[in-house]
């Protein structure tokens, strides 16, 4: 776990209903100076989840609801009621996500590309209507997945853990959205180059935890007060203070998911 820290800082990309101890994980992260996590679903029992653990952690855990692209074969037989139920719960969440495509071979042969890209259509028309900002994820799918938020008419897209080209990078800024940084900028040198390239003011921070990080035997799985790492990581990549990058990142996250009554330091 990362050291404390005076910074205040939003988590706005963690799968907290995947952490064992999830009530412990957000105590710590508090400690480490973080004062909002955005919770994001990826499928019906996972939406569920995220939407018990911002009722329980009320100003402090915010839910976003989606359909990953990892989980699309499970979630056929029941699409059309996954897809309600994100629609119906829009008013208790601040965004749709985790939602994308993913070209990685081993997620292809679950779904097809066309199969990703229709379900995405669906979710993005949903963002659309109800003016949802939506965390996207991209794998080898950034010129896709931008084509797609352009085709839906959406300016509130969060590209997370962006590793694309740099040419994608500007147009997504262009049209303006935003990436986010994960700890994987500590030594992901794709990574690091789009969190250098972005501007500040389309800049958040993630930690997308559980997820493991690092290389070889240095890998190690995050926890959401690992926000620290990945503000740390921005900060010396772009040559700033991280108290310049927190205040900026969290200035971001409150505008774009319109965060509302964040009770800091309360339980």
């Known amino acids: 776990m990362s050291t404390a820290t005076t910074f205040q800082v939003i988590d706005t ?8 101890n999830a009530a412990g994980a957000i105590e710590s992260a508090r400690q480490a100076g973080l004062i909002a996590a955005i919770a994001v679903g990826t499928g019906y029992e996972s939406n569920h989840a995220v939407l018990d653990l911002a009722a329980r952690h009320r100003g402090f855990v915010f839910a ?8 699309l074969t499970k979630e056929l037989p029941r699409l059309d009621s996954s897809l309600q139920f994100i629609e119906d719960n829009l008013g208790s969440a601040v965004a749709i996500g985790e939602v994308g495509l993913d070209y990685h071979k081993r997620v292809l042969a679950l779904a097809r590309k066309d199969a990703q890209q229709s379900v995405l259509r669906d979710l993005l028309a949903i963002a659309s209507k109800h003016d949802r900002p939506v965390s996207l994820h991209t794998r080898y799918a950034w010129k896709d997945s931008l084509a797609l938020a352009r085709e839906a008419g959406l300016s509130k897209v969060v590209f997370h853990w962006f590793t694309g080209f740099s040419s994608t990078l500007q147009d997504l800024i262009a ?3 935003f990436i986010s940084a994960t700890p994987a900028a500590e030594y992901h040198e794709e990574h690091r180059r789009a969190v250098r390239e972005a501007p500040l003011d389309r800049l958040l921070l993630e930690t997308d935890c559980p997820v493991e990080y690092g290389r070889g035997e240095a890998r190690w799985r995050s926890e959401p007060g690992d926000i620290v790492r990945s503000l740390r990581a921005v900060a010396a990549a772009r040559g700033l203070d991280p108290a ?3 205040a900026e990142t969290t200035r971001n996250a409150m505008g774009l ?9 309360q339980a």
């Open 13 to 20: 990309h963690a799968h907290l209903d995947d952490i064992e």
């Open 64 to 71: 976003a609801l989606g359909l990953h692209p990892s989980e």
């Open 175 to 177: 049209s303006g959205h």
């Open 244 to 246: 310049t990058v927190a």
């Open 257 to 265: 998911f319109k965060l509302e009554g964040i009770m800091v330091g």
